[in-house]
T-cell receptor, first 112, second 112 residues
């Protein structure tokens, strides 16, 4: 079992709709969770971090964390063509293990 | 407030050549990470420094890979006797007090 799983295929959403991305992780003691956006040919850009159960909102982005279910999600409201990118879920372990474990990413295409 | 910088941005090497990839972290950032990203995959952890100390090198794929950060700022990732499977984007990230990793633009290595 991979440490971080993002199993959905490419996601196409019409402009203005909500894009929903899901991620599960295997290490129950993980403490920190991140969503990165990566445009084609570019490096990952941090868009959200979340550390405690519940929702965290930042502009059009909402991250949701459920540690009991080992599940983290990202909602993009009012999707714009500029949101078209690959979204990477990343998880940081506990006990001084500072590396990030990444999922393979989900491609989002926003259709004008 | 410059971000993480990496050089070169692109490197083409013949199989068997040695290469050296450089990372300049954000000024004052204590922690520095190297990741390898293959096409269509999320970044994979290679190694981690705290100041000049290499605290975790568990992700280095073979003894042909070597990283250093002798003065606790600039880091170099060296790959000896490059192989075709080393072709990837090599990403450097640094972390300040916020626990968040910020990535440089990456070096795209192509081994012919």
């Amino acid at each position: 079992q991979k440490e971080v799983e993002q199993n959905s295929g490419p996601l196409s959403v019409p402009e203005g709709a909500i894009a929903s991305l899901n991620c599960t992780y295997s290490d129950r003691v993980s403490q920190s969770f991140f969503w990165y956006r990566q445009y084609s040919g570019k490096s990952p850009e941090l868009i959200m971090s979340i550390y405690s159960n519940g929702d965290k909102e930042d502009g059009r982005f909402t991250a949701q964390l459920n540690k009991a279910s080992q599940y983290v999600s990202l909602l993009i409201r009012d999707s714009q063509p500029s949101d078209s990118a690959t979204y990477l879920c990343a998880v940081k372990g506990a006990y001084g293990n500072n590396r990030l474990a990444f999922g393979k990413g989900n491609q989002v295409v926003v259709i004008p | 407030g410059a971000g993480v910088s990496q050089s070169p941005r692109y490197k083409v090497a013949k199989r068997g050549q040695d290469v050296a990839l450089r990372c300049d972290p954000i000024s004052g950032h204590v922690s520095l990470f190297w990741y390898q990203q293959a096409l269509g995959q999320g970044p994979e952890f290679l190694t981690y420094f705290q100041n000049e100390a290499q605290l975790d090198k568990s992700g280095l794929p073979s003894d042909r890979f070597f990283a250093e950060r002798p003065e606790g700022s600039v880091s170099t990732l060296k790959i000896q006797r490059t192989q075709q499977e080393d072709s990837a984007v090599y990403l450097c990230a640094s972390t300040g007090p916020t626990n968040e990793q910020f990535f440089g633009p990456g070096t795209r290595l192509t081994v012919l």
